[in-house]
């Protein structure tokens, strides 16, 4: 049944939120053929993403979805069948009014963060009963059953296989970056917050005995970078080298662009939620740069993550990949379980495949949003 | 107005016009700083029971209920009775009291909190502090006086804790109702 859908999101920081939702907007109409608002706050994070997009227009659809303008104030709205407060931002007060006004009201749901802790499961989909008379749903992502699942796109894993096994269109994708990739050097991707120890984890890798060459995407980390390099402000299409470790600096690339680029690699440093899902679904070793918290309250959160993850792997390559982690999340030098972790990485490859289709057996967290829709309406 | 973080057990909030009893509250940390907060909740009127999950700074509001203290008196199966200082009555049930029964044993005489609704007890609050006696207890071990080592020690109601291990048979220990954590050993 098609039914109208709003989509609320207001960007904090970096370009989960609206990465989260443009991949669930898109979704929702091209393969569950819904109709999809998106409200964004920020409509210039949204055009670094879609760069289609005019981020000076308050309406414009695409990929079936209506990028709205969430302005302030709000202008009055008929709220939808549907309505999704992402990561728990706060709707119009007019909109929550209107909302409850429907000759039948809107189905509310609040679409939370991201975590493998098991209290996840048991808050999953519990009611919230909200002062409007209404009634929120929490929707919780996750990696187990009894949890909303994760994002993942029809024909996802197909697309990738096809592409990772096809030499010639991995070097086509990296040739439109800039890159001439090598057939002996190991490929890095590193899209991170800030790293104050970062040349602890690069030295190894430029005094190794191995090429590596790092792609690193325009962010945050590019002033530690810079520093480790001893150059000045870094811009896309850079490129450096020290010993055996070329640096490329790339620029922002669009969603599907960027998983090709995890695809390549051989492994991938990514952070807080969308960039850490996609790279599971490359099926590749990742180093995950947790989203930090007050009271490092992150840190649970990763260790429950670890411990999920780390169940099959061999006992001294899981701890060396806890190590490395918790060093990387905390911003402090890796030690030689760094340097482990990069020789086995053939094992660790293996694992992460397992891993994926482990995943991949959940069913889909837009497809899980629509059957939880349909059981309330 | 209350946040949702605010609530404990025991506590009740109106929620669109009903009155709840919170009978239990986990807290935890959601992304970004933020966190949510599950309750499992009783509707006072129906006796409908409900789990819930609101963020934790979701305004509620407190419904500030009526106490009285009362002493325990007995059990009349399904029901526990207590009294207060003017020798009324008040009977609640055992799922009412599901946060102390640990605690309630014949012949107590701990002056308790009864919380009405609608001159209905719907929960009975203890001491922060109580006394009990151990019924049983394995012998204690000798040398031991630090009371770092715990053992487990039954009280005269059946329930069990842990106590230090040189903890004896008959011996008065205070405990904290708060955690139901023992504290010390104490003269009767």
């Not at chain 1, 939702?21 to 409509?43: K, P, S």
């Not at chain 2, 502090?129 to 005269?156: C, F, H, W």
Request: hydrophobic share 40%.
């Amino acid at each position: 049944m098609t039914r109208s859908w709003d989509v609320f999101c207001a960007v904090v920081d970096n370009f989960g939120d609206v990465g989260v939702t443009w991949r669930l907007a898109r979704q929702l109409v091209e393969e569950q053929g819904q109709r999809v608002r998106l409200w964004i706050d920020d409509l210039s994070a949204f055009a670094r993403l879609c760069p289609e997009a005019d981020a000076g227009l308050a309406r414009q659809t695409l990929h079936g979805v209506e990028v709205c303008r969430w302005a302030q104030p709000w202008t009055d709205t008929d709220p939808a069948d549907v309505v999704i407060e992402a990561f728990a931002c706060r709707l119009p007060e007019a909109y929550e009014r209107a909302m409850a006004q429907r000759p039948r009201p809107s189905l509310w749901l609040n679409l939370e963060y991201l975590s493998a802790e098991d209290w996840v499961s048991d808050c999953h989909g519990l009611p919230s009963p909200q002062a409007n008379g209404l009634f929120k749903y929490f929707f919780f992502p996750g990696f187990t059953a009894g949890t909303g699942g994760l994002l993942r796109e029809r024909g996802l894993l197909e697309r990738r296989r096809a592409f990772q096994g096809d030499g010639e269109a991995r070097r086509t994708f990296l040739r439109g970056l800039g890159i001439e990739p090598r057939p002996e050097e190991l490929l890095i991707s590193l899209f991170s917050y800030e790293q104050p120890a970062l040349e602890a984890w690069l030295e190894p890798l430029a005094n190794g005995t191995r090429p590596v060459r790092l792609l690193v995407p325009e962010g945050r980390l590019l002033p530690d970078l810079a520093r480790w390099l001893g150059a000045g402000a870094l811009r896309a299409g850079d490129h450096h080298e020290r010993g055996q470790l070329r640096v490329h600096i790339l620029p922002f690339v669009s969603q599907p662009d960027f998983d090709r680029l995890l695809w390549c690699c051989d492994l991938n440093g990514v952070r807080g939620e969308d960039s850490f899902v996609r790279a599971q679904w490359a099926a590749r070793p990742l180093l995950w740069h947790i989203y930090p918290q007050e009271d490092q309250a992150h840190l649970d959160k990763l260790d429950a993550f670890l411990a999920r993850y780390c169940v099959d792997l061999d006992l001294e390559l899981a701890q060396a990949l806890r190590s490395v982690w918790r060093a990387w999340c905390l911003g402090e030098a890796p030690g030689h379980a760094w340097t482990l972790l990069l020789g086995h990485l053939p094992a660790l490859r293996e694992h992460a495949a397992r891993w994926c289709a482990q995943l991949a057996a959940q069913e889909d967290l837009a497809s899980q949003l629509c059957g939880f829709v349909a059981n309330r309406t | 107005m209350k946040t949702a973080q605010e609530f404990r057990a025991g506590q009740v909030a109106n929620i669109n016009g009903q009155p709840w009893v919170i009978q239990k509250a986990e807290f935890n940390k959601s992304g970004r700083n933020a966190a949510v907060v599950k309750m499992k909740l009783k509707n006072l009127l129906t006796g409908a029971g409900t789990e819930t999950v609101f963020k934790a700074d979701d305004k509620l509001e407190p419904i500030i209920l009526e106490r009285k203290e009362v002493t325990y008196s007995y059990f009349a199966d399904p029901l526990y009775v207590f009294m207060d200082s003017e020798f009324n009555q008040y009977e609640i049930e055992k799922s009412d009291l599901e946060g102390v029964m640990a605690f309630i044993e014949d012949g107590m005489t701990d002056v308790c909190e009864a919380v009405f609704y609608n001159d209905r007890v719907i929960s009975v609050e203890l001491p922060t502090t109580i006394v009990r006696q151990i019924a049983y207890t394995e012998p204690a071990v000798r040398g031991d006086t630090s009371g770092k080592v715990m053992k487990t020690a039954r009280l005269n109601n059946g329930a069990e804790l842990q106590v230090s291990a040189f903890c004896e048979i008959g011996d008065f220990i205070e405990i904290d109702t708060r955690t139901g954590e023992y504290k010390a050993r104490v003269k009767a």
